[in-house]
């Protein structure tokens, strides 16, 4: 009898410690379900797990350590729910979400028109200042007693040229001579090297040469257009009577004087070696001496026009 008895109770034992291990087994599940759904972001409830038997393990063979599944879970709504602290998280991600994104985008917009205030302002004041200082550089020009003459002049094809002919043109000047050995070829090529440059930008406006004579007496008409075929197409010869040549140098301050003649009559002109810039308004603007080459020349050129203000009328 005794023995039937250890072994009925050994049953019960064994049951009750299946049915232990299994309700754990649940509770394993149920948790890593919720995690799972957590995780993901997912902001609908899990249904609700129910053991096969709501009623608490009891018995002899419980463990003391054994928590109820509900006390688990914290939750009012049943055994196996999510914690409260879950759901509020879980329903607090949307929204909180939301109303970051509309700050954020708050934020850009803010700073963008911030920022592009400043940067008109200052594109405003800098072009305000650029702009004072290209007209105090007219006046200045304006008072230089340089090239503010006239002159009447024969091209070398026989017309006869005034200063006005040239308003509205960007003016490249030298004077020189015909008999020079040397520096007045050169500087007329390093000239025309400088205008084809700036051609071949289509945005600048084309340059007009001018080669004056200071040695009216051997460059007449005829000298003067046998010597610029040699240079740049745009190139035109100007001559004249030794009164008008000296009137048309003294305006640039250009300096010439002949030398003595050899025995064959030839002489050598000592006179200024510069090239002079003049801009569409007929003022003079820059000058350029044998030490700066074509490409110098050329950027400087360039730079007057870009920064160029037409004066008004």
């Given at each position: ?52 038997s709501q009623a608490p393990i009891c018995g002899p063979h419980t463990p003391k350590h054994f928590t109820h599944p509900q006390q688990t879970l914290g939750s009012s709504r049943g ?66 007693a340089l090239g503010q003459g006239d002159f009447s002049l024969l091209d070398h094809r026989g017309h006869r040229r005034t200063k006005r002919d040239f308003l509205g043109s960007w003016?490249?000047?030298?004077f020189g001579f015909t008999h020079c050995p040397d520096i007045c070829p050169d500087e007329l090529d390093k000239i025309s090297a400088v205008v084809s440059t700036l051609d071949k ?113």
């Amino acid at each position: 009898m005794r023995c039937l008895e250890r072994r009925m109770l050994g049953l019960v034992g064994f049951i009750g410690g299946d049915l232990h291990a299994t309700s754990g087994r649940l509770l394993r599940c149920t948790l890593r379900s919720s995690a799972v759904q957590q995780s993901s972001g997912s902001t609908h409830y899990p249904q609700r797990v129910w053991l096969s038997s709501q009623a608490p393990i009891c018995g002899p063979h419980t463990p003391k350590h054994f928590t109820h599944p509900q006390q688990t879970l914290g939750s009012s709504r049943g055994p196996f729910s999510l914690p409260l602290f879950t759901q509020r998280v879980a329903l607090s991600q949307g929204p909180n979400t939301s109303t970051a994104k509309i700050r954020l985008r708050t934020r850009l917009v803010v700073t963008l028109l911030f920022g592009g205030g400043l940067l008109g302002t200052w594109w405003y004041v800098r072009n305000e200042k650029q702009q004072n200082h290209r007209m105090q550089r007219i006046e200045q020009l304006k008072k230089v007693a340089l090239g503010q003459g006239d002159f009447s002049l024969l091209d070398h094809r026989g017309h006869r040229r005034t200063k006005r002919d040239f308003l509205g043109s960007w003016v490249l000047l030298y004077f020189g001579f015909t008999h020079c050995p040397d520096i007045c070829p050169d500087e007329l090529d390093k000239i025309s090297a400088v205008v084809s440059t700036l051609d071949k930008d289509p945005s600048l406006p084309a340059v007009q040469p001018l080669f004056v004579t200071v040695d009216p007496e051997r460059d007449d008409v005829a000298a003067l257009e046998r010597y610029v075929k040699d240079f740049h197409p745009r190139l035109i010869g100007l001559t004249g009577t030794p009164e008008e040549v000296k009137v048309a140098g003294k305006d640039y301050r250009v300096y010439a004087s002949p030398g003595p003649k050899d025995e064959d009559g030839d002489y050598i002109v000592d006179h200024t070696i510069l090239i002079y810039l003049v801009n569409p308004d007929g003022l003079f603007l820059d000058y350029y001496n044998r030490m700066k080459d074509d490409v110098q020349i050329a950027e400087s050129i360039r730079n007057h026009m870009k920064s160029y203000v037409k004066l008004p009328e």
